[in-house]
């Protein structure tokens, strides 16, 4: 597969098996973030190198994709995404689905983001799927305030119950 968007400064192409550690990089620097924000998302030991496993067995499948965003000095964002099938209740039997988003810190606001989500979009158009789906943190006003900007709506609500109290 080709590049997919490229422009002077930006470049959306497929990540490769080389581009994979300073993404986990990236990865680790919004997980932390998370996880700084919500116990929730608390990281196992080696978790970067978790990620990059899991990245890479991404890489060689047809129905998966991993984005690279490179600028001239470097990668500065990453889209993961597959094709995810619905439950057989459902009149659309699969829908694309991104599991993950990221941009470093420093480059946010400089049209990344929007450039790997049109990325996806085209990667899933071109496998003839007409949904998109996605799920982020509730709390996360920033990034909720991203899909809506690109014509997201919410679909679910997920809840958390702490079983390790009484009531919960």
């Not at 470049?11 to 680790?28: G, H, V, Y």
């Not at 990344?112 to 006003?141: H, K």
């Not at 900007?149 to 079983?163: A, C, E, K, Q, S």
Request: hydrophobic share 45%; aromatic share 10%; with cysteine.
């Amino acid at each position: 597969m080709q590049s997919i968007a490229t422009s002077q400064q930006l470049q959306i192409r497929p990540a490769t098996a080389s581009d994979l550690q300073p993404l986990a990089e990236i990865w680790l620097e919004m997980m932390t973030d998370h996880e700084s924000r919500d116990a929730r998302f608390a990281l196992a030991p080696a978790a970067a190198a978790l990620w990059q496993d899991q990245a890479e067995e991404l890489l060689y499948k047809d129905d998966a994709f991993v984005l690279a965003a490179e600028a001239r000095d470097g990668l500065q964002g990453f889209c993961v995404g597959w094709v995810a099938k619905n439950p057989v209740i459902y009149r659309l039997p699969e829908v694309g689905f991104i599991s993950e988003i990221a941009v470093r810190r420093r480059a946010k606001r400089h049209g990344i983001g929007r450039a790997l989500v049109d990325a996806a979009r085209t990667w899933f158009r071109q496998r003839r799927l007409t949904e998109l789906q996605l799920s982020t943190a509730v709390w996360n006003d920033e990034a909720r305030a991203f899909w809506q900007t690109l014509g997201g709506h919410p679909l679910l609500v997920r809840y958390h119950f702490d079983l390790t109290t009484t009531g919960g």
